[in-house]
């Protein structure tokens, strides 16, 4: 993308409905600096040969020696869909516990945020109290899995190992967001209560209290990361390339005639597709899942580093179509929160 002037960039601050706010946040060492560092060179600011490497948005020279982000640092991005033009504020903060009133403060100011996750070292600490700020603030998440080459490169994973291993991070993430919404739907359950009876002693002792009560009504389809929901994405930021279930959703549904929003259900999951049959059908025992098949087996394997070489293979695509993303599930704001 091309680099843009000032007058541009102030004159797409006055569509404000067009104007996201979004915040990386991550336990430290996942790769926010990084994936910042990519979706800047998208803008044409710094090389995309030395995303990751330049560390932009670490401004400090003690950032900068010690590696790692100490105070929260914003730049304003530009993205164009079709006749769409949007300005996209992205905040990297950091991912040190010890810093984290600049996490507190970057999540007030936004309307959505990144959730960066090793793909390696999966939910860490900080990784959980990240998702409860962005939970407590009600902004719109969007999952990033980084460094997925590590899984080849050093650890050696083969397909079916590394597949497992994703599932398991989706899980970890989806049960603290399940664990946040009981609180939610239990606490509001309480205060209604309490406003509305009056404390009662029974002759016979105590009444027993459900706490589950009130749970099978809440909708919670919504709140939980999943690849077909469009609110995931896969990535390895220092090789510059990233992809989501839309993107093969897109080829293959031109390939094999299958309409896209059927393979967007299909894709991830237990599901496998009968060629000679030009049906999508659930995986019986001893046969792959269509993700390995079409994902991990090949393209995957073709993009991450090869071992030595110290080069990146193919990528699969840019990392700019996670602004795409975010402009999906982020909320239209009428009025700037700045203003």
């Known amino acids: 993308m091309v680099l843009n002037g000032v007058d541009k960039m102030s004159q797409l601050q006055k569509n404000t409905a067009n104007i996201r706010n979004i915040c990386v946040l991550a336990h430290v060492d996942h790769g926010k600096t990084t994936l910042a560092d990519c979706l800047i060179s998208s803008n044409g600011i710094i090389s995309s040969r030395l995303a990751g490497k330049l560390r932009y948005m670490d401004s400090r020279e003690d950032e900068q020696v010690r590696g790692i982000t100490m105070k929260s640092s914003a730049i304003s991005l530009h993205y164009a869909e079709g006749n769409e033009e949007y300005l996209i504020n992205l905040i990297d903060s950091p991912g040190h516990v010890d810093f984290s009133s600049e996490v507190s403060t970057a999540v007030r100011i936004c309307d959505?945020?990144?959730?960066v996750v090793d793909a390696v070292e999966g939910v860490c600490p900080q990784t959980q109290a990240v998702l409860r700020q962005a939970w407590l603030e009600n902004i719109r998440p969007v999952l990033v899995i980084n460094k997925l080459d590590r899984l080849i490169v050093e650890l050696k994973f083969t397909p079916q190992e590394a597949y497992s291993h994703l599932k398991n991070i989706l899980e970890q993430i989806n049960a603290l967001t399940g664990t946040l919404f009981t609180s939610k739907v239990l606490e509001e359950r309480a205060e209604r209560e309490t406003e509305s009876q009056v404390k009662t002693h029974s002759e016979?002792?105590?009444?027993v209290y459900d706490w589950s009560t009130g749970l099978e009504d809440a909708d919670d389809s919504q709140l939980y990361f999943s690849p077909e929901q469009g609110n995931v994405v896969f990535t390895s930021a220092i090789d510059g390339w990233g992809f989501g279930i839309e993107h093969f959703a897109r080829i293959y549904s031109q390939k094999i005639g299958i309409?896209?929003?059927?393979l967007l259900k299909t894709l991830w999951?237990?599901?496998?597709?009968?060629?000679?049959?030009?049906?999508?059908?659930?995986?019986?025992q001893g046969l792959k899942e269509w993700f390995l098949g079409l994902y991990w087996s090949t393209l995957l394997m073709r993009a991450t580093s090869i071992p030595g070489s110290g080069?990146?293979?193919?990528p699969l695509c840019s990392l700019s179509p996670v602004l795409l993303i975010l402009k999906f599930v982020t909320p239209a704001a009428p009025v700037h929160k700045l203003l």
Do not use: S
Request: glycine letters at 12%; aromatic letters at 6%.
């Open 259 to 262: 309409k896209k929003e059927v």
């Open 269 to 284: 999951g237990d599901y496998y597709i009968n060629m000679k049959a030009k049906k999508i059908m659930k995986v019986d």
């Open 311 to 314: 080069h990146p293979g193919t």
């Open 204 to 207: 016979q002792g105590d009444l």
């Open 112 to 115: 959505g945020c990144i959730i």
